[in-house]
Structure formats: structure tokens, C-alpha cells
């Protein structure tokens, strides 16, 4: 059973950092593809952040610069380190992979991060 579950969520000022983990069993990690999704209240979700097996990025434009995806093959773990956070980023954040064998994309159970002064 592929099982993907996030940590690290929270409040923050503006400006602040928070570090999101999302930790995965069930998959020979290191194969996968891993993304960060978020979605705010009322909002569509919105890809924030890709890795590669390989460990190449991609990002939103509206977190370029600020977002770091990363990830650790030996923890089967992948992290999304959020710096200048800013009330627009204030979101469910979810972890996920898409499974090829079934077609279908594995989520998290999200972890809320919210940015308010």
C-alpha cells in the first residue's frame, strides 16, 4: 500500500520559513517522481514544486526563488523549504506521486500552512 504523509505545516508571520516533510512507503522511492501541491480556500490546486529521480526542479513561477524542493532517497523523504512566505501562500500543502502501474496520482493527507500577521 503506497502511503505518502506530510509534517511541518504551521503559522508564520510574514516573511517567515517553515520546512514541509512528506515522508512515502510503499514505492521504491528513488524511481518516483515527487511533487508539492497546494490549494488555497476556494482556490483550484495549484502545482507548486517537482523533483525528479534524478533530482531535477521545477517551480511555480509565484514561488520562484523562495521554494526549495528536495529530497532524500535514504529517508524516502522529500521536503519543500519555504522561505519569504508571504500571505498568499497561506494554503493546504499536499505531497504526491503519480503511479504508473495504476494510472493514477497517490496524495497525502495535506498539512495546512498559514501566513498571517
Known amino acids: 500500500q503506497v502511503q505518502l504523509v506530510e509534517s511541518g505545516g504551521g503559522s508564520v508571520q510574514p516573511g517567515g520559513s517553515l520546512r514541509l516533510s512528506c515522508s512515502a512507503s510503499?514505492?521504491?522511492?528513488?524511481?518516483?517522481?515527487m511533487d508539492w501541491y497546494r490549494q488555497a480556500p476556494g482556490k483550484e490546486r495549484e502545482l507548486v514544486a517537482t523533483i525528479t529521480s534524478g533530482g531535477g526542479t521545477n517551480y511555480a513561477d509565484s514561488v520562484k526563488g523562495r521554494f526549495t524542493i528536495s529530497r532524500d532517497n535514504a529517508k524516502n523523504t522529500v521536503y519543500l523549504q519555504m522561505n519569504g512566505l508571504n500571505p498568499e501562500d497561506t494554503a493546504v500543502y499536499y505531497c504526491?506521486?503519480?503511479?504508473?502501474?495504476?494510472?493514477?496520482?497517490?496524495w497525502g493527507q495535506g498539512t495546512q500552512v498559514t501566513v498571517s500577521s
Open positions: 504526491s506521486t503519480f503511479l504508473r502501474v495504476r494510472s493514477s496520482r497517490v
Open positions: 510503499g514505492i521504491i522511492f528513488s524511481n518516483y517522481v
